[in-house]
């Protein structure tokens, strides 16, 4: 008869809307004790998302308030990177006593992430960036370096460009 009953009454379906409701309640009121906004989601791409401070994005490069180029090719980056997706020339420039990069070229395609080449970098030179939206439709534009307009080293990337029709570009 238990057996019988149970089978009619939803019992788990009931305890789980309890759980849910408790929950739920629980959020509700001190969301509006703490006056946060309860709506979590992001109208996204209408409205750029926030990532959290830490998030790890693509590698860039960074210039001093002068606009001159931080790397001085230490090669502490390279080194380090364990997927050897970055790879330096280094150069000199008239009036610069530290040496500059001729080229700074870096592999997005196998970068994990990890972060090791902002850390090994003493003098502040790169970052990882905010941006997430990383996706290209060709491979070389995994491959990014010092020059051009597209997926340069001192730029984020155009996002436009995947959520535009190709003709408006
Ligand atoms: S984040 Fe890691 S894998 Fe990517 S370039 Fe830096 S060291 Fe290499
Ligand atoms: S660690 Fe910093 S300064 Fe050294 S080569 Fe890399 S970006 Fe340049």
């Known amino acids: 008869m238990n057996k019988f009953l149970k089978t009619l009454i939803p019992f788990d379906i009931a305890k789980g809307l309890k759980i849910t409701g408790t929950h739920f309640g629980k959020v509700f009121f001190s969301a509006n004790r703490r006056k946060v906004p309860l709506h979590v989601v992001s ?96 491979r070389e534009d995994m491959s990014l370096s010092m020059e051009g307009d597209f997926q340069n080293m001192f730029k984020t990337s155009p996002v436009a460009r995947f959520s535009v029709a190709d003709e408006a570009q």
């Open 43 to 138: 109208e996204y791409p209408e409205v750029p998302v926030k990532v959290q401070p830490r998030f790890r994005g693509r590698l860039m490069m960074l210039r001093d308030e002068a606009g001159e180029i931080k790397c001085v090719c230490c090669m502490s980056c390279e080194k380090i990177c364990p997927t050897g997706v970055i790879s330096i020339i280094a150069g000199k420039q008239e009036g610069r006593k530290t040496r500059i990069p001729e080229r700074y070229d870096f592999e997005m395609e196998r970068c994990i992430f990890c972060e090791f080449c902002v850390e090994s970098c003493a003098f502040d030179a790169i970052i990882l960036n905010h941006q997430f939206e990383l996706a290209v439709y060709d």
